[in-house]
């Protein structure tokens, strides 16, 4: 009877946790920039270690951003997935031309900033 009582709570666990984060943005290895890029999804392009990350633009306006993930370039991003996979990108994106989206994206999720024209973005 425990053995069943732990598997269900294993099944309960995983079910919950896949229901958590179903709506989270994801990270894609790619070796090269799909010609169509899915909504939700944070390409890594590189072989083995990514030297590049882009998405579409979250705000819905469907730009594409592109941003660099070498130490040496100036902006640069670092990327870091957590145990489920999840993608945390630092420091924000702040889109300067289009729409001028600002926002973080922490374990999948699009964190947005206000702007305040007093005292600059607040997140």
Known sequence: MR?????????????????????????????ELPDTLKPQRLYLIGEGVPWSAALVCPCGCGELIHLSLLEKDSPSWRIHLDVDELPTLQPSVWRTKGCRSHFFLRHGTIHWCRLDATSGPRS
């Open 3 to 31: 053995r069943f009582l732990r598997a269900a709570q294993r099944a309960l666990r995983r079910a919950v946790r896949l229901w958590v984060i179903r709506n989270r943005w994801r990270a894609e290895s790619v070796d």
